[in-house]
């Protein structure tokens, strides 16, 4: 390969101010991994009937796939009661974080979210020239008049992730509706509800918010508890003013016609669901409780309302995150830790199978016994 001298094409200066997003870990070379904890992904996999149902259209994979994803929009709408036409599919929810910045902000607009919120929102803000803009929290959870406090005249879209990733903390729903009741109806307020399903008490899924009003967008993903991650699912419920400025700037067939036909398997496979959900929350209290046991050695569990749980360590000393980290490794346990989201005392763990789950935890015992006499 030869280098030229000549000048090479220029990145958009809101290009090069982006980190790529880094993936959680999947393999550690020749070592077997003994849990993958990294990525919130369904430790079941997917439903058996959406595997079924993938298999089965494979055979016509020479087709594009339905452009309008009109039998997955019906779908949707009959489970969750709500107007097919103001559904909108994407190429995971990322892609619908995406397309709601590119269709309400640009150079010189401010884009707006909670500290330690969704690591996409940051990419997704500056790929369209916008300004992230960063609303203080406290102790990993929004804090809505923080929040409020940060719109300005320029402020087109408010981001929250609700239960949020990577602190799986939760705001109620007088909370998210008194935040929404706070913006300018020019601002649009994009509630991403990736982990609904696992929230108790008093939950605003966004739904019917986005029914009521104009500048409400509600994203689900089919990544989470429907366990179809790898391919790249997820939806977006507004009224049809938004609908359509997303529309304009999606792919074509941006949704694979297996993710169609998963996804509706995947819906009707309620006991899937709740399996999963059930031995979620089980084992996410369980966990918590085994990292608050810990405490003597600073270790913390953040509460948490997702399939996950945000622990915390000492700031320094032995029993730190990154050594925390190397050990979990070591035993063949992939966590995330969160140095690359500027979260250097903290490890997230997906809750896993039981199995797993258990693996975790024994994991993170013998690292403390081991550096805390
Ligand atoms: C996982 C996740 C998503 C995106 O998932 P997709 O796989 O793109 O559907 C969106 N928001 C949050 C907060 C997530 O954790």
Not at 11 to 26: F, L, R
Not at 101 to 124: K, N, Q
Not at 132 to 156: E, F, G, H, K, S
Not at 272 to 290: C, F, N, P, S
């Amino acid at each position: 390969m030869t280098t030229t001298t000549a000048p090479a094409p220029a990145m958009k200066p809101w290009v090069e101010s982006i980190h790529a997003y880094v993936p959680g870990k999947a393999a550690l070379g020749d070592r077997p991994v003994v849990a993958k904890l990294s990525s919130n992904e369904n430790p079941f996999g997917p439903s058996p009937h959406a595997v079924a149902a993938m298999t089965e259209v494979l055979g016509h994979s020479h087709l594009y796939p339905d452009p309008a994803a009109t039998a997955l929009r019906q779908a949707l709408a009959a489970r969750h009661g709500i107007d097919a036409d103001r559904i909108i599919c994407g190429t995971g929810s990322d892609e619908l974080i995406h397309l709601v910045a590119g269709a309400f902000a640009g150079p010189g607009d401010e884009i707006l979210y909670v500290r330690h919120g969704f690591a996409v929102y940051d990419i997704a803000a500056r790929r369209v020239g916008a300004t992230p803009v960063v609303a203080p929290d406290v102790d990993y959870t929004c804090d809505v008049d923080a929040v409020l406090a940060a719109v300005t005249p320029r402020t087109r879209v408010v981001f929250l992730a609700n239960p949020n990733n990577p602190t799986g903390t939760l705001i109620p729903a007088a909370e998210v509706r008194r935040l929404h009741a706070g913006l300018p109806p020019t601002c649009v307020f994009a509630l991403d509800a990736a982990y609904a399903e696992f929230a108790e008490g008093e939950y605003e899924d966004g739904l019917a918010l986005a029914d009521t009003h104009a500048n409400v967008v509600a994203l689900r993903t089919f990544s989470k508890i429907y366990g179809l991650a790898a391919q790249r699912i997820g939806w977006g419920y507004a009224q049809p003013a938004l609908i359509d400025a997303m529309h304009r700037i999606r792919a074509p067939f941006n949704v694979p016609a297996t993710g169609q036909a998963g996804a509706i398997a995947a819906l009707a496979d309620e006991d899937w669901v709740e399996k999963t959900r059930t031995h979620t929350l089980t084992w996410r209290r369980w966990l918590a409780g085994e990292v608050n046991a810990l405490g003597n050695a600073g270790l913390r569990a953040i509460p948490s309302a997702a399939n996950f749980v945000l622990v915390e360590f000492p700031e320094d000393g032995p029993a730190n995150a990154a050594a925390a980290n190397a050990a979990l490794l070591a035993d063949g346990i992939i966590a995330r830790y969160l140095a690359v989201q500027a979260m250097p005392r903290c490890i997230r763990i997906s809750v896993g199978t039981e199995a797993e789950t258990r693996a975790a935890a024994a994991a993170l015992r013998r690292f403390v016994e081991s550096v805390v006499p």
